[in-house]
């Protein structure tokens, strides 16, 4: 491809929405782009002259079924967004391949381009942009009825403030519960009531049939919901709605990625906002020795092994991996996310919209400095605090506010300590899958299903574990099935 080639093409690309991911075919060759915002990858395989490509990876595998990494496995088991398919071509957010006959090439057309602000810009200034851009991304999401997934924090709650400042015809749904530890419906109906939204809530699945699932997974959803997320689609669908947004991309634009003593004194922030910081952090959790060796740029406070440590879920019936490195996050691939717009939302008809991730915020969460992405104040350490304060004029302050009182996991440790034979007939059957792989210790799992502490402390775990089993068995009865002509 010419320069003058790669520069029209990066032009007419970047001009797309962001969100859009597609692909172009002409008889010379194939063009597949990602944008800046999608969420959406397109796999893509050679074989010779031969070029393939989908959505769905499990449409490529011609020579059976593919031989996983072990180590991969291992950290889908532990809930972590691992990509397990070898030997396939994908696109990071922004990129484009070109493939010809013989040759291919693959190229970056967008980035996030920091915006243009001036030094020193302080906290409220990107607390005002924040709301600003927030009500650009969500313009065109409000002709018609809409639906917005609504949690108990502060992300999905700003997008709604956002919404309804649209005068959108928006309704609120919210995943609920009974377990007192984990019920953030409080918080859910404050929000509506202040907005004036209709709220409607569906009880998360509890019962023993927790795992079972209709959708056919291209990834493994390991994640602890999927039963109750297709009580919300079902719900969604059946009131028609065929527009949803969420606020999915608050933790990773606006959250800590880094943080320490470095990231406040090398920060682009006001001295006396650096001052309050420094005297914030001596109030902290953090030790004294972690806060002296943050002040290297190569130290992070979420970073030391310790901390990992501190909040690393139970694994007890896996089989280590001595060498395995802290988990790392992949920013520009969501398995989770593909899965379910792919499984889920796109076969009832809804369209899935994350305006905290559209290209505006991108650029803006690129400059925003990372001793603004936490404030330590009276003893806490407060995440997304330009998130936070962005639609304080807004929303209740019991919710802007709202930090760290419920403990999400307690209804999965729940039902772990009820259905452990529900576990021991997918994880401990005699032809698990993970068992002939070399990834759960058959003999550790007995052990931690009789053990209801124990239980309790893998229970996440245990139920990503699951749900990785039951992939890879559909996953066999897929690559069974004749390929239709």
């Known amino acids: 491809m010419a320069a003058e080639e790669y520069d029209e093409l990066t032009g007419l690309l970047t001009a797309l929405p962001a969100e859009l991911s597609g692909c172009v075919v002409t008889p010379q060759r194939v063009l597949f782009f990602r944008g800046l915002s999608s969420p959406d990858q397109i796999f893509h395989r050679r074989a010779g002259s031969e070029v393939r490509w989908s959505s769905d990876p499990r449409d490529l595998l011609d020579d059976g079924f593919p031989e996983f990494d072990r180590e991969r496995l291992w950290r889908s088991c532990r809930g972590e967004d691992v990509f397990l398919y070898p030997h396939l071509g994908r696109l990071r957010r922004g990129q484009f391949t070109v493939l010809g006959t013989r040759s291919t090439r693959t190229e970056t057309y967008e980035v996030a381009t920091p915006l243009d602000l001036p030094r020193r810009t302080t906290l409220r200034e990107f607390t005002r942009l924040t709301y600003e851009l927030l009500l650009e991304e969500t313009r065109p999401c409000t002709g018609g009825r809409i639906g917005i997934l609504l949690s108990g924090g502060v992300d999905s709650a700003t997008v709604l403030a956002a919404l309804t400042d649209h005068g959108a015809d928006v309704t609120a749904y919210h ?5 007192p530890s984990a019920d953030e419906s409080a918080y859910a109906r404050q929000v509506c009531r202040h907005l004036r939204v209709p709220l409607v809530t569906v009880p998360r699945a509890d019962d023993a049939d927790y795992l079972s699932t209709t959708c056919d997974f291209p990834h493994p959803y390991n994640h602890v919901w999927p039963r109750t997320l297709e009580r919300v689609a079902d719900r969604i669908a059946a009131d028609g709605v065929r527009v949803l947004l969420s606020g999915l991309s608050g933790d990773v634009m606006f959250g800590p990625m880094r943080y ?24 902290t959790r953090w030790e004294s020795s972690r806060l002296l060796r943050s002040i290297r740029p190569s130290y992070s406070l979420y970073g030391d092994p310790q901390a990992w440590a501190e909040v690393e879920l139970g694994s007890d019936f896996l089989v280590p991996v001595p060498d395995a490195a802290p988990e790392t996050y992949d920013l520009d691939f969501f398995p989770q996310q593909q899965t379910l717009n792919l499984a889920l939302w796109r076969p009832r008809g809804i369209h899935l919209a994350d305006p905290l991730g559209g290209r505006t915020l991108r650029r803006l969460a690129a400059r925003l400095p990372d001793a603004y992405r936490l404030i330590p104040h009276a003893g806490r350490t407060i995440d997304k605090p330009v998130l936070r304060l962005a639609a304080s004029h807004r929303l209740p302050p019991d919710v802007w506010r709202h930090y760290g009182r419920t403990w999400l996991g307690s209804p999965d440790e729940t039902w772990c300590l009820r259905h452990p034979d529900a576990l021991a007939r997918i994880l ?3 032809d698990a899958r993970l068992t002939g792989l070399g990834v759960v210790d058959p003999h550790r799992l007995d052990e931690v299903l009789a053990d209801p502490r124990a239980l309790r402390r893998n229970a996440e775990n245990l139920l990503c574990s699951a749900m990785v089993e039951l992939y890879l068995r559909d996953l066999e009865t897929h690559l069974a099935r004749p390929v239709p002509r």
């Open 175 to 179: 995943m609920g519960t009974d377990d």
């Open 260 to 283: 320490g003593v470095y990231d406040i004194l090398a920060g682009d922030v006001p001295p006396y906002e650096k001052w309050r910081m420094l005297r914030g952090l001596l109030g």
């Open 428 to 430: 401990g059957d005699p």
